[in-house]
T-cell receptor, first 116, second 112 residues
Framework: DTGVSQDPRHKITKRGQNVTFRCDPI?????LYWYRQTLGQGPEFLTY????????KSRLLSDRFSAERPKGSFSTLEIQRTEQGDSAMYLC??????????????FGEGSRLTVL | TQLLEQSPQFLSIQEGENLTVYCNSS?????LQWYRQEPGEGPVLLVT?????EVKKLKRLTFQFGDARKDSSLHITAAQPGDTGLYLC????????????FGKGTKLTVNP
């Protein structure tokens, strides 16, 4: 399977704990995105990388959230001191940057976080 | 940050009916994409429209990009239960960030 993979698919944690999600993009894609989706809503942009550089971060990404893509391949999204409001599906997507427009996003199946 | 508004938010129809869903904004987009998402899965791209006034067809689905590149519509002919899902539009603002911003989606249910 050469699609975007995310791990874990489901995570249940207690409030105050730290959690980390991993995303492995399609290997030839140089862009990697993180989105958050709550029930009944569209995906909300969190951040994106081009290769290893983090080019943009949403204001939604508080100081408890950090994302890395150390070698321009896989990425991790860490949430520290989780809160119940962090409960959501965290979606990772990758794309190949195109010169004139934003390319197609290929999404993983997401990591669902439940904070008790 | 531009806002993409989708309507209707929910749509429940019978198999064989036609429907149209809309995606509107006050911002101009360099391109606009439509995705379909099923429960527990990530969105999957259906189409990308780039040119104002462009019409693209994908079997029973017809996508149109507004002349001013601020809005788009998706028309489904003779809907089938397999069309059930969340339809999302997403755009990258012209001259702005290259990130894709999504609308809240239209949840479509096609009843047999």
């Amino acid at each position: 399977d050469t699609g975007v993979s995310q791990d874990p698919r489901h995570k249940i944690t207690k409030r105050g704990q730290n959690v980390t999600f991993r995303c492995d993009p399609i290997s030839e894609h140089n862009r990697l995105y993180w989105y958050r989706q709550t029930l009944g809503q569209g995906p909300e942009f969190l951040t994106y990388f081009q290769n290893e550089a983090q080019l943009e971060k949403s204001r939604l990404l508080s100081d408890r959230f950090s994302a890395e893509r150390p070698k321009g391949s896989f990425s991790t999204l860490e949430i520290q001191r989780t809160e119940q409001g962090d409960s959501a599906m965290y979606l990772c997507a990758s794309s190949q940057r195109q010169t004139r427009r934003t390319g197609e996003l290929f999404f993983g199946e997401g990591s669902r976080l439940t904070v008790l | 940050t531009q806002l993409l508004e989708q309507s209707p938010q929910f749509l429940s129809i019978q198999e064989g009916e036609n429907l149209t869903v809309y995606c509107n904004s006050s911002s101009v987009f360099s391109s606009l994409q439509w995705y379909r998402q099923e429960p527990g899965e990530g969105p999957v791209l259906l189409v990308t429209v780039v040119t104002g006034g462009e019409v693209k067809k994908l079997k029973r689905l017809t996508f149109q990009f507004g002349d001013a590149r601020k809005d788009s519509s998706l028309h489904i002919t003779a809907a089938q239960p397999g069309d059930t899902g969340l339809y999302l539009c997403a755009g990258a603002e012209k001259g702005g960030s290259e990130k894709l911003v999504f609308g809240k989606g239209t949840k479509l249910t096609v009843n047999p």
